[in-house]
């Protein structure tokens, strides 16, 4: 094993030993869970890009408070904040935001990993598509912008999508007014995950009385609501099942993706089996983690790139 992989192995092992105390902080901060997982996810990515650098780091724990603070400024509001940035810090991100980063221009950070909200100019001509998902689909955007670059026009919606709880409420707004060709979209993780009981500490599902977030009956309507309404924009959808998850005693992981199944059966929609080309492939994911490494990140993108280009217009 390389020093560069040992050292990001021994980060990840230190970033989920503590993520509770991280994910505390942030929660604190913003006061959205949704928006504390995504600066969750936009930490551990700029930490893992430290690393393959060969940055030292010396107090992981502190360094990760402090870009989650930095992060936590530019939500929603970096215009008015972008001028008291500590110096060194890009100003120009519009990592959380939708309206406000349209106005971002690209700024150089680490290859530009971290510009997955901003807006993107259309190349006329070019067929249009929409990513939705969570934090897995946020970490591969990049990656499929750049494998379809001059093939198509990849945007994203501009935050977590979270659970179909959170699609429902927001899914007219993400597809807003554009015309779309392909929509590509996933929820799962956040529906399956364990939610705690009030009063109660650990890990959630091993607590009596712990629950799904959304629990399946309802995970399987909402899907097929939120179905109904994206087939009406006209656009090709492209269904891209739930990737692993590492603490899945009860295969809450494959009962999701198999209503998920019923729900894109009936519809006649497509699926992109993401799950089997992420099981195939473990090292790519991080230890204990539903995320994945940058690398890993990349090849889930080369499986996405290939299933909406099955869609687009043959050259």
């Known amino acids: ?157 501009p935050v977590n999508g979270g659970p179909t709880t959170n699609g429902l409420q927001n899914i007219q707004k993400w597809l807003g007014d554009s015309k779309w060709d392909i929509i590509h979209f996933n929820f799962g993780l956040h529906d399956l995950k364990y939610m705690r009981t009030v009063g109660t500490k650990g890990n959630p599902s091993k607590t009596a009385g712990a629950k799904a977030q959304v629990p399946l009956d309802e995970y399987e309507k909402n899907l097929a609501e939120l179905v109904k309404i994206m087939q009406a924009t006209g656009a090709q959808l492209i269904w891209r099942t739930t990737t692993p998850h590492p603490a899945d005693p009860d295969g809450r992981v494959a009962k999701y993706n198999e209503a998920a199944a019923r729900v894109m059966k009936a519809a006649g929609i497509p699926t992109d089996d993401l799950n089997a080309h992420a099981t195939a492939k473990p090292d790519a994911q991080l230890p204990s983690n539903v995320h994945y490494s940058p690398k890993g990140y990349h090849y889930l993108a080369e499986k996405v790139a290939a299933a909406i280009t099955e869609y687009l217009p043959k050259k």
Request: hydrophobic share 45%; charged share 25%.
């Open 1 to 157: 094993m390389s020093t560069e992989s040992h050292a990001i192995q021994q980060a990840a092992a230190e970033f989920i030993r503590d993520r509770h105390l991280l994910g505390a902080f942030v929660t604190g901060l913003l006061r959205d869970v949704h928006a504390a997982e995504d600066v969750l996810q936009e930490v551990w990515m700029l930490l893992s890009a430290e690393l393959e650098k060969g940055t030292r780091i010396q107090n992981q724990a502190a360094w990760c408070r402090g870009v989650a603070r930095l992060l936590e400024l530019v939500d929603g509001s970096f215009e008015e904040q972008s001028q008291d940035m500590p110096s060194g810090f890009p100003q120009k991100f519009g990592f959380w935001s939708g309206k406000e980063a349209k106005q971002v221009t690209v700024d150089e950070v680490n290859g530009e990993r971290f510009l997955r909200f901003v807006d993107i100019e259309d190349v006329p001509g070019l067929p249009r598509v929409l990513l939705i998902g969570d934090s897995i689909s946020i970490g591969y955007t990049l990656d499929v912008r750049e494998m379809l670059k001059d093939r198509a026009n990849v945007h994203r919606i």
